[in-house]
């Protein structure tokens, strides 16, 4: 996916996308808008570790790369990739999102995501996961989470999804579809998303 790419405002309504055998919008609800590309470059090469299909060395560089982390890590058979942008509640995500479709009727399942949030309300990582919670709309007594240590960030993970906190305003976060990715898969690649510093 090229870097240049132009982007415009979309309603996170006008994309079906199905998660766990339910069709739901890509954001939260409360988020009016999100970045599309409005293109993505490809070019003819050989599938790269960062998930892209059949792209020129230099665009496999490129998408290796999502608001100065780097990814360094997917599981095989994830779909296409997009890049997204928003932002609720004062704090803005970049998000790589692999998608496998559309369907016959015209639904997208999301393989995984992978983004950054950044913001001042991002102090440490227990403000990380309040506002985590409130964010997924999770009840804070009953979400399940494990303390996690991801490549030397304090994190927390749940059944499909790793987040971690990187310095005061700077967080991570994985998601995966675990009816067709496993454990290892979700925790690789979160292992593997980190500050392009700390590569």
């Not at 954001?27 to 059949?54: D, E, N, R, Y």
């Not at 982390?69 to 095989?76: E, R």
């Not at 890049?83 to 704090?91: L, S």
Request: charged residues 20%; proline residues 6%; aromatic residues 8%.
């Amino acid at each position: 996916m090229s870097c240049s790419s132009s982007w415009s405002v979309v309603r996170p309504a006008t994309r079906r996308i199905v998660i766990g055998g339910a069709i739901t919008a890509l954001a939260a609800p409360a988020v009016l808008g999100i970045l599309l590309p409005t293109a993505a470059a490809a070019a003819p090469g050989s599938a790269s570790s960062c998930g892209q299909h059949l792209l020129s060395a230099t665009t496999q560089q490129r998408a290796c790369i999502l608001d100065g982390f780097a990814i360094d890590h997917l599981p095989g058979g994830i779909g296409s990739p997009s890049d997204f942008e928003y932002e609720w509640e004062e704090v803005v995500f970049h998000s790589r999102v692999w998608e496998t479709g559309p369907d016959p009727e015209g639904a997208t399942k999301v393989d995984l995501t992978a983004k950054t949030i950044r913001g001042e309300k991002v102090i440490d990582l227990e403000t990380l996961r309040t506002f985590l919670t409130e964010y997924h709309e999770k009840d804070p007594e009953s979400w399940e989470l494990t303390a996690v240590d991801v490549a030397g960030y304090g994190g927390y993970r749940a059944d499909d999804l790793v987040f971690f906190f990187v310095e005061p305003g700077i967080a991570a976060e994985v998601s995966i579809d675990r009816v067709r990715f496993s454990d290892d898969d979700l925790l690789g690649t979160a292992t593997n998303f980190r500050p392009v510093d700390s590569a």
